[in-house]
């Protein structure tokens, strides 16, 4: 039980990094908040600050949900009475929610996206296509007006998809858990 809480928190304060918000400041002077849509998200980089800073932000933002689970995984062959599949969606969740919610920046993050898909890269590398077309799915209807609807759904998606994936983290010799 130990763990997981461990896993949740460690999880949770790696998604509170906001590397949009980091970058912003420190390359334009400014919070990507108070710019663009508002959003603490890679779109609004691009928007705001330039392709350059959205890049850095974007693979940050992956790095998030990829470091999230390893941390997980570690933490689960440490701990050998909790499963490290159930280590590594808890951490999945945690790490989204503490992106959508952190704690540093007054509880107002991204979307969430970037970070699940970095879980999803780790946990299935077969599910990021399900997401790839997610996000696609939002930027069309984002064109078109529907970006709360789609902004509160395509949160809940990433979300969901982790927590409900299954799926295998291979090692080359051997399985290391089954998701």
Not at 4 to 27: R, T
Request: proline share 1%.
């Amino acid at each position: 039980m130990l763990a997981v809480i461990i896993v949740a928190v460690i999880a949770y304060l790696i998604g509170s990094v906001n590397f949009s918000v980091i970058i912003s400041k420190k390359i334009a002077g400014f919070d990507v908040r108070q710019k663009g849509s508002g959003n603490a998200g890679t779109t609004n980089m691009l928007r705001s600050v330039g392709k350059g800073a959205a890049g850095i932000t974007l693979v940050c933002d992956i790095l998030k949900g990829v470091v999230a689970v390893l941390v997980a995984f570690v933490i689960s062959l440490i701990s050998k009475n909790i499963s490290g599949a159930l280590l590594v969606q808890i951490a999945g969740v945690a790490v989204v929610l503490g992106h959508t919610f952190p704690v540093f920046f007054e509880f107002k993050g991204g979307k969430g996206v970037a970070t699940a898909l970095g879980v999803l890269i780790c946990i299935n590398w077969q599910i990021r296509f399900t997401l790839f077309s997610i996000c696609n799915n939002y930027n069309c209807c984002n064109t078109y007006g529907f970006s709360r609807f789609m902004h509160c759904s395509n949160s809940l998606s990433c979300t969901y998809t982790i927590w409900s994936s299954k799926g295998f983290l291979y090692n080359k010799r051997r399985k290391l858990f089954n998701i």
